[in-house]
């Protein structure tokens, strides 16, 4: 497969988040994630609204989990790390959640606003190993263009 120009998607979604909104700019990077890339079948953000648990917020694809403890799953383990999980068969992870069986590979990327956990953006692909080290790198690099150009606000709890 060719590769993606990532430089050209980050300026193509730095032109698209004329807004500072959060909804607005989740709304609109999961559905140009979902338009730019190939081979995905779900991209979208859980957020933390409660703590330690993930709630769902815009996406793209079918009807999704909710909620998702930070103690499962590959999204929670992103959640729990700070760190980017990159699957390559989730077959293999024995606390995958499966929300949509044509799910084979994930990308999951935190989203830190002051060290604490806000959300994470969550890929899914029906091809095994679809993600490679230069798609993390491509994906994490858009993450941070959507944190830049968007109010994002620490959580707060109680
Ligand atoms: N597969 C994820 C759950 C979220 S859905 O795929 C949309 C996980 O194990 O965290």
């Known amino acids: ?24 700019n989740s709304a609109q990077t999961s559905a140009f994630l979902m338009q730019a890339l190939s081979d995905l079948n779900w991209v979208g953000f ?14 793209q694809g079918k009807p999704a989990c909710h909620p998702i403890p ?4 590959v999204c ?8 980017t999980q990159r ?10 959640i499966a929300c949509d069986a044509a ?5 999951v990327v935190p ?11 969550d890929i899914d692909s029906p091809r095994t190993a679809r993600f490679s080290q230069e798609d993390q790198a491509g ?15 620490r959580p707060a709890f109680d």
Not at 70 to 73: I, Q, R, S
Not at 87 to 96: E, N, Y
Request: proline share 2%; hydrophobic share 50%; glycine share 6%.
């Open 1 to 24: 497969m060719p590769s993606v120009d990532y430089a050209l998607l980050n300026r193509q979604l730095e032109a698209l988040l004329d807004t500072r909104d959060w909804l607005t």
């Open 46 to 59: 859980y957020l933390q609204r409660e703590r330690d648990v993930l709630h769902l917020g815009p996406f």
């Open 70 to 73: 930070f103690e499962k799953g």
């Open 76 to 83: 929670g383990a992103a959640a729990r790390t700070q760190t």
């Open 87 to 96: 699957i390559d068969d989730v077959h293999a992870v024995a606390d995958h």
């Open 103 to 107: 799910s084979n590979s994930e990308l």
């Open 111 to 121: 989203i830190v606003v002051d060290g604490a956990l806000w959300g994470v953006l």
């Open 139 to 153: 994906i994490e690099a858009l993450v941070a263009t959507f944190i830049a150009r968007t109010a994002l606000e």
